[in-house]
């Protein structure tokens, strides 16, 4: 299975992108992560549903200085990642 996760709030500057990549690899998920220029994180992921599940369930709370206001899921078609990686640019 396939997500596009937008979290928008305070999530950039926190560590956010670290810790969703380090509870995308504990749980066995394959994507990435990355800050956009208005201040969202976007996310892609894949893995297992019960998976990604608690990943999107993470993602509401982040990790402790975070503000989330919004989380907005997209299923979309397998792009067959093999890890899961930090994306430092914004395009």
């Known amino acids: 299975m396939h997500l596009s996760i937008r979290v928008s ?6 560590f956010y992108r670290a810790s969703t990549r380090d509870k995308a690899r504990s749980l066995g998920i394959c994507g990435f992560v990355k800050n956009e220029t208005d201040g969202s994180v976007y996310i892609e992921a894949e893995g297992d549903k019960e998976k990604l599940d608690q990943l999107v369930a993470w993602c509401k709370q982040g990790p402790p200085n975070a503000q989330v206001e919004n989380v907005e899921t997209t ?5 067959n990642f093999d890890q899961f990686d ?3 640019d914004f395009f």
């Open 86 to 88: 930090i994306k430092r």
């Open 9 to 14: 709030g305070k999530v950039q500057g926190v």
């Open 75 to 79: 299923e979309g078609k397998l792009k």
